[in-house]
C-alpha cells in the first residue's frame, strides 16, 4: 500500500493527521470504492472561506523578492500560515500574490486577516 495512503487510513480512526497549523487540520477524512473494489483514502475538498468573514490586520504591498512564507512570519509569527494569507485574498495558488508583476502594473496589495470566526488581536 502506498505509503501515505497508509498514513491517511490510520488518519480515519485517529483523527487529522495534519497539524493544527495546517489548513487541511479541520477537513474530513473520507474513502471511497472504486470499481476494482480498492478503497482509496481521501481529504474532502476544502472550499476557501469567503474573504469578508475574514478580519483584516493589515495590508501589504508586494515587493518583487517577498514570499508568502516570510509574509506569514512577520504578521502572523508563522511561516507554516502562509495559506491564511491566500485565504484572506481568495487565491487557489499561493504563486498568484508574489509572482512577478508586470511593469506596466502599479505594485498590488495583499490582506493579512485573520481566520473566519477569529477575531483580530486589539493593539497594543
Not at 66 to 90: G, V
Request: proline share 12%.
Amino acid at each position: 500500500m502506498d505509503p501515505l495512503q497508509q498514513l491517511m487510513r490510520q488518519a480515519v480512526n485517529a483523527g487529522s493527521p495534519f497539524g493544527e497549523n495546517s489548513r487541511y487540520h479541520e477537513i474530513e477524512i473520507t474513502t471511497c470504492t472504486l470499481p476494482d473494489n480498492r478503497t482509496v483514502v481521501h481529504l474532502r475538498r476544502r472550499f476557501l472561506p469567503q474573504p469578508g468573514q475574514m478580519e483584516t490586520l493589515t495590508e501589504h504591498v508586494v515587493r518583487p523578492d517577498d514570499r508568502l512564507d516570510n509574509l506569514a512570519y512577520k504578521y502572523l509569527d508563522n511561516p507554516e500560515l502562509f495559506w491564511q494569507i491566500c485565504d484572506a485574498n481568495h487565491a487557489l495558488r499561493p504563486a498568484d500574490l508574489t509572482d512577478d508583476l508586470p511593469e506596466t502594473r502599479r505594485p498590488r496589495a495583499i490582506r493579512i486577516a485573520m481566520p473566519p470566526g477569529v477575531p483580530a488581536p486589539e493593539p497594543f
